[in-house]
């Protein structure tokens, strides 16, 4: 393999010659969905590109990007800068989940610099446990933390976990184990404890809320909304109507765990919509509907594919979300989600083309 | 990976009117246009001058939105943090859940 910037053997440069002796194309540094460092042609890069949307659009049963969307992915990937950006005055609002620095452990002192050096947008509080049942074990500490960074910041903060509903679940929780139930094929008490779950799961997501509210918090942030499937959603979006009725100027963010509801449960709907299988714009729908004021769509990255490949994809199925939209889209743009690679340090070319692709494809309302 | 996005695609925060514009998405659930265009007519500034760090250093300093404050850039008397989102929230006509509380456990 070819080391950094530099071209494979026999095709280097915009005239090179092939080993059999033909003018190649020049290979250009470009990233897999691992973060791993590759080198691929203009020409590859756009068949990567194409298969993507038409996959992503046969899925999701949208319309493939366009021919001058294309080209615009394009032109983002097809080139050897170490970074890129949006236009100036394009810049969107960023929310950032469990964000800061993740210096874990000095919470304000987090948020301090994520207000001050960094320049972020909307500040998430948050704690290591990040699970809605274990920070309801210590709310009385996130309270003050919240309360007291509430008097030395400027920007909004809101509060974040994740609902995370298999913790309800034996071993973890009180509940049968629906995914030692589901292989041996009883559907029934699978499906009886994922409700008993979700009820569990509701009261602690409306406790930590309200709890975090009555600190001062600006928001709440459900991170990774999903992850286990309806139940966990339905969970979710119960939990934000009742908070909503409660408190009709808090911002309450959902961001999905992948592009589409696994239907753990299957019969589960929110205001008789069905919610397994839903894709980007079925779950912005029901967010809306249920009272969330930031939608965060998340497409999973194929480590196997390359990063213009993911992010091809990822537009493709989010893109129907901007039609519907009445709420602000913030794309999930963190590791391992719309076209930034799964890696704990995600290369930095990736990550700015991820974001200056989502921002000027989609014409989205922050990241 | 946060300051990846923050220098990609990100407003600033409080060194523009990017927490201002995000107040506006959470509070109201605003479209990002519709944010931008509503902060902008409450500055009296013009929407590109939202995301402008030079521009917005001075508009916030004039209307005590709360700036960065380092070594080299300090304001003393000038408000920041709580006194400046009390001034946040009369500007853009919204109720800030900390401002709220603070007046309620200081008895204002």
Request: charged residues 20%.
């Amino acid at each position: 393999m070819a080391e950094y910037g530099e071209a494979e053997a026999g095709a280097e440069g915009p005239t090179g010659t092939a080993r059999g002796g033909g003018v190649t194309e020049r290979r250009i540094p470009a990233r897999m969905g691992d973060g791993s460092l590759t080198h691929m042609t203009r020409s590859e890069l756009r068949a990567d590109i194409e298969e993507a949307t038409q996959l992503g659009a046969r899925k999701a049963k949208a319309e493939p990007l366009s021919a001058g969307e294309i080209d615009h992915v394009l032109d983002i990937y097809a080139s050897s800068a170490s970074f890129t950006a949006v236009d100036i005055g394009e810049q969107v609002v960023l929310s950032c989940d469990g964000g800061g620095s993740k210096m874990t452990g000095t919470d304000i002192l987090d948020l301090l610099e994520s207000e001050q050096r960094f320049g972020q947008d909307i500040l998430e509080l948050w704690h290591i446990e990040y699970s809605y049942k274990a920070i309801k074990t210590i709310l009385p500490f996130q309270q003050q933390v919240m309360q007291n960074a509430q008097l030395m910041l400027t920007a909004p903060i809101q509060y974040g976990a994740q609902p995370n509903l298999a913790f309800y679940s034996r071993p973890d929780g009180p509940v049968a184990n629906w995914f030692e139930l589901l292989p041996r094929g009883e559907i029934d008490a699978a499906r009886a404890a994922i409700e008993e779950a979700m009820d569990y799961a509701t009261k602690d997501f409306i406790y930590v809320g309200e709890g975090m509210l009555d600190a001062g918090a600006d928001g709440l942030d459900f991170d990774t909304t999903g992850g286990a499937g309806d139940g966990d959603f339905l969970s979710t979006l119960t939990a934000v109507e009742h908070l909503r009725a409660g408190h009709p100027d808090a911002g309450i963010e959902v961001g999905m765990a992948g592009e589409f509801v696994i239907g753990v449960h299957g019969e589960l709907a929110h205001r008789g919509r069905r919610l397994a299988g839903l894709w980007p714009k079925g779950q912005l729908e029901v967010c809306q509907d249920a009272g969330v004021t930031l939608f965060g769509p998340a497409v999973n990255i194929r480590t196997g594919k390359s990063c213009a490949w993911n992010t091809a994809y990822s537009l493709t199925v989010i893109k129907p979300c901007m039609e519907v939209a009445t709420i602000p889209v913030h794309p999930n743009v963190g590791e391992g989600v719309c076209g930034v690679p799964v890696n704990g340090y995600p290369p930095e070319d990736a990550v700015s083309r991820a974001a200056k692709a989502h921002v000027e494809i989609l014409r989205c309302d922050g990241l | 990976m946060d300051v990846t996005h923050a220098l990609a695609a990100g407003m600033g925060g409080i060194r523009t009117a990017g927490d201002l514009v995000g107040r506006m998405q959470m509070t109201r659930g605003m479209r990002l246009t519709q944010a931008k265009r509503y902060v902008a007519d409450k500055l009296g500034c013009s929407v590109g001058d939202l995301s402008d760090s030079y521009a917005m250093e001075q508009i916030r300093g004039e209307k005590g939105l709360g700036r960065i404050l380092d070594h080299s850039n300090l304001h003393p008397g000038e408000p920041n943090a709580m006194t400046a989102k009390f001034r946040i929230a009369d500007l853009l006509g919204i109720r800030i859940n900390s401002v709220e509380r603070f007046k309620a456990m200081a008895g204002i």
